[in-house]
T-cell receptor
Framework: DTGVSQDPRHKITKRGQNVTFRCDPI?????LYWYRQTLGQGPEFLTY????????KSRLLSDRFSAERPKGSFSTLEIQRTEQGDSAMYLC??????????FGAGTRLSVL | AQKVTQAQTEISVVEKEDVTLDCVYETRDTTYYLFWYKQPPSGELVFLIR??????QNEISGRYSWNFQKSTSSFNFTITASQVVDSAVYFC???????????FGTGTSLTVIP
């Protein structure tokens, strides 16, 4: 297993379009996290799953954002009606129970 | 509220110098975890260390060492004999004991000049 995988690595879209990102966690990890990172800032927590259950959501996650983790394996993060302010790096991390979070390389979103 | 402050935005050192990255945190929890992550230009956050709030023993791993002081709510990171490959952004983070959320600082960008 090579770690947390995110796809795509880069996404350019026009304002108003919908985008979906995928994250494949480390296989035995039951927890999966999504973060957003803008330039010059640290990652900001968006949401987290334990197995297939979404247990916590940040108020940063507006109603245009939705995340799923069907069957407790990979996860998708969808942004509807993208805005320029959504441009950021979207990071996924996974962990086993309360252990260390391991991060993927991220998906860089540019909204034109 | 949980908060992590990394006051140093950017640091430049000449290769082989020692450098210390500061991290100050705020939390009302009595039990928590502290972390350091490295983010090289490739973008992937690389885990360096985790400490729990009960363990104030300093730790050394090769050229890296960490100084955890609960009395001053600080968890500083020292790189000894820095190398060009140490150039990256370093993040300090705090998590509640449940591990549900991480709170990251704004990062310190370290440049090691050959």
């Amino acid at each position: 297993d090579t770690g947390v995988s995110q796809d795509p690595r880069h996404k350019i879209t026009k304002r108003g379009q919908n985008v979906t990102f995928r994250c494949d966690p480390i296989s035995e990890h039951n927890r999966l996290y999504w973060y957003r990172q803008t330039l010059g800032q640290g990652p900001e927590f968006l949401t987290y799953f334990q197995n297939e259950a979404q247990l916590e959501k940040s108020r940063l996650l507006s109603d245009r954002f939705s995340a799923e983790r069907p069957k407790g394996s990979f996860s998708t993060l969808e942004i509807q009606r993208t805005e320029q302010g959504d441009s950021a790096m979207y990071l996924c991390a996974s962990s086993h129970s309360k252990n260390i979070q391991y991060f993927g390389a991220g998906t860089r979103l540019s909204v034109l | 509220a949980q908060k992590v402050t990394q006051a140093q935005t950017e640091i430049s050192v000449v290769e082989k110098e020692d450098v210390t990255l500061d991290c100050v945190y705020e939390t009302r929890d009595t039990t928590y975890y502290l972390f350091w992550y490295k983010q090289p230009p490739s973008g992937e956050l690389v885990f360096l260390i985790r400490r729990n709030s009960f363990d104030e023993q300093n730790e050394i791993s090769g050229r890296y060492s960490w100084n955890f002081q609960k009395s001053t709510s600080s968890f500083n990171f020292t790189i000894t004999a820095s190398q060009v490959v140490d150039s990256a952004v370093y993040f300090c983070a705090l998590s509640e004991y449940t591990g549900n959320q991480f709170y990251f600082g704004t990062g310190t960008s370290l440049t090691v000049i050959p």
